[in-house]
């Protein structure tokens, strides 16, 4: 997602990362890698083949955003994306920057 992509780039020096997380099935794989690759995004992406992640963090759709804090509590979720949403993104990111920043 180019807009994450921006958004990372932005903020990466921060105290702030974004890492992707592909529930794709393994037959996809190969797939999600070239997209990866081809795209250069700035940020990993992981594959959470199970869906172990996903679901323990109260998934049910993509896209899906999952705000972490550093002590490794789920700050804030953001479930699917249309345009115009990327401030709201924007905001959360700095949102969970400062709380960071205050801990």
Not at 17 to 38: A, C, N, Q
Not at 73 to 99: P, R, T, V, W
Request: net charge neutral; charged share 30%.
């Amino acid at each position: 997602n180019k807009i994450l992509d921006q958004l990372h780039r932005k903020y990466e020096n921060s105290n702030f990362k974004i890492i992707g997380l592909s529930i794709d099935s393994p037959r996809e794989l190969s797939k999600v890698k070239s997209y990866v690759h081809t795209s250069e995004i700035s940020f990993p992406v992981l594959f959470d083949r199970n869906q172990t992640f996903f679901r323990k963090t109260g998934g049910r759709s993509m896209p899906y955003l999952v705000f972490i804090k550093s002590d490794g509590s789920i700050f804030k979720k953001h479930i699917g994306f249309m345009m115009g949403e990327e401030k709201i993104i924007e905001q959360d990111i700095l949102d969970i920057i400062e709380a960071h920043n205050n801990e």
